[in-house]
């Protein structure tokens, strides 16, 4: 049997063994987290007339804030709505930087033809993260999500002259 030798007694940074994760690493958790699918919402509600725009927005949380744990780092994510992107059921998309508003603040809307269309948003979100309370960094790419549609007639309006006096 070898005999035994002394050792010093020190600190060993063990970093390197298991390194803080990687943006690409927090972009993975990134596009699995629980993001609103946010709602189309639509005016005027339920029908709409020909001749009369759609005014399309949507009234749902723009900013998120997620803690996860990254092998056993605590990472902060700021996950926030950066694209808006309207398909209005008749072929057309209408693509926004803003959530848009309602009526009379409105930024998006559009005209349509006499029919039922239904209509959807698809959003866009991008993101911040930090380590441990460390210095804020950007996500590496964006993610999306879709809310759910919404249905509704545009009609044409008739003119019907009456005679008063019946």
């Known amino acids: ?55 399309f927005y949507t009234d749902g949380p723009t900013t998120q804030t997620f803690t996860v744990d990254i092998r056993g780092f605590t990472v902060d994510i700021v996950a926030t709505a950066t694209g808006f992107t309207w398909r209005t059921g008749d072929g057309t998309t209408l693509t926004s930087t803003e959530p848009g508003a309602p009526y009379p603040n ?29 210095a804020s960094a950007d996500v590496p790419g964006t993610t999306t999500t879709d809310g759910p549609p919404v249905t509704f007639t545009v009609l044409q309006a008739h003119a019907v002259l009456t005679d008063p006096y019946d």
């Not at 409105?106 to 460390?134: M, P």
């Open 1 to 55: 049997m070898g005999s035994w030798a002394s050792l010093n007694r020190a600190c060993v940074d063990i970093t390197a063994l298991n390194p803080p994760p990687s943006p690409g690493e927090v972009y993975r958790y990134f596009q699995t987290l629980p993001l609103p699918q946010l709602p189309t919402k639509q005016q005027p509600p339920g029908n709409a007339l020909v001749g009369l725009p759609v005014v």
């Open 106 to 134: 409105h930024t998006v809307s559009h005209d349509y033809r006499s029919g039922t269309y239904t209509a959807s948003l698809t959003t866009t979100w991008s993101g911040t993260f930090s380590i441990d309370g460390g």
